[in-house]
């Protein structure tokens, strides 16, 4: 059974930084993609970061310049890194993994990040 769990989250000041993990268990996820998304409260989930396998990255253009995706293939962790933050960044922060052999994706519960002004 597949499962990817969050932790990390937490209350921060504008301005901070927290770090994120997402330990996956169940699939070799060092194999597949794996990224970040947020919702925030009445807002549809939205993509954040996104690493591949080889290591490539992608971002939002939001979080450009202030958070960062990694990775741990030994571990079957994925991080990501969030500093500079802003009040708009308060969401939930969802992990996900895309098993691109059997066109799967499978989600986190999710950590909640409040950043207050």
């Known amino acids: 059974q597949v499962q990817l769990v969050e932790s990390g989250g937490g209350l921060v000041q504008a301005g901070g930084s927290l770090r994120l993990s997402c330990a996956a268990s169940?699939?070799?996820?060092?194999?597949?993609?794996m990224g970040w998304y947020r919702q925030a409260p009445g807002k549809q989930r939205v993509f954040v970061a996104r690493?591949?396998?080889?290591?490539?990255?992608q971002y939002t253009d939001s979080v450009k310049g202030r958070f960062t995706i990694s990775k741990d293939n030994a571990q079957n962790t994925v991080y990501l890194q969030m500093n500079s933050l802003k009040p708009e960044d308060t969401a939930v922060y969802y992990c996900?993994?895309?098993?691109?052999?059997?066109?799967?994706?499978?989600w986190g519960q999710g950590t909640q990040v409040t950043v207050s002004s």
């Open positions: 169940g699939r070799t996820f060092s194999f597949y993609p």
């Open positions: 996900n993994g895309e098993d691109t052999d059997y066109g799967l994706i499978y």
């Open positions: 690493i591949s396998s080889g290591g490539r990255t």
